[in-house]
């Protein structure tokens, strides 16, 4: 696979995309990048092809999201990059180690449904002021 890059930027796609939404976006960008096109552009459309081929396949895309996060997660001991956050907003933030147990991790979807709930709660509640 060598250097990893991130396939779901390239196809435009969320880290939970479903193999439809991802077949989808590679059709759009293939049109848009196909080398016989005018505006077409040869080494973006073997990217995009290489994206598609990882992440439609289950086995691939499953050891290559345990790469990708797991580079994300090595980033706080590399200074010259960015911070996880910034390069891959859907890769477990939050840490909570206990003692004498397993280190446990937040999911991206409880932090996001959180937000949620909190926006909606800031709203009823700022509705009531009133």
């Known amino acids: 696979m060598g250097p990893i890059g991130n ?9 939970d995309a479903t193999f439809s939404e991802i077949k989808e976006a590679y ?7 196909h080398p016989d096109k005018d505006k077409g552009n040869a080494e973006q459309f073997k ?3 290489e994206a ?7 086995e691939k895309r499953k050891r290559y999201d345990e790469l990708l996060f797991e580079k994300a997660h090595d980033v706080t001991h590399n200074l010259k ?15 909570i180690p206990k003692k004498n147990q397993k280190q446990v ?3 991206p979807v409880f ?3 959180g937000l949620i709930l909190i926006g909606v709660l800031r709203k009823t509640y700022l509705n009531k002021k009133k």
């Open 81 to 95: 990059q960015d911070a996880p956050a910034k390069t891959n907003p859907s890769i477990k933030i939050i840490r």
């Open 27 to 33: 059709r759009k960008k293939v049109k848009e990048v």
């Open 52 to 58: 598609y081929e990882i992440l439609a396949n289950v």
């Open 111 to 113: 932090i996001k449904a």
């Open 7 to 15: 396939y779901y930027r390239i196809l435009d796609v969320p880290y």
């Open 47 to 49: 990217k995009v092809k």
């Open 105 to 107: 991790t937040l999911s």
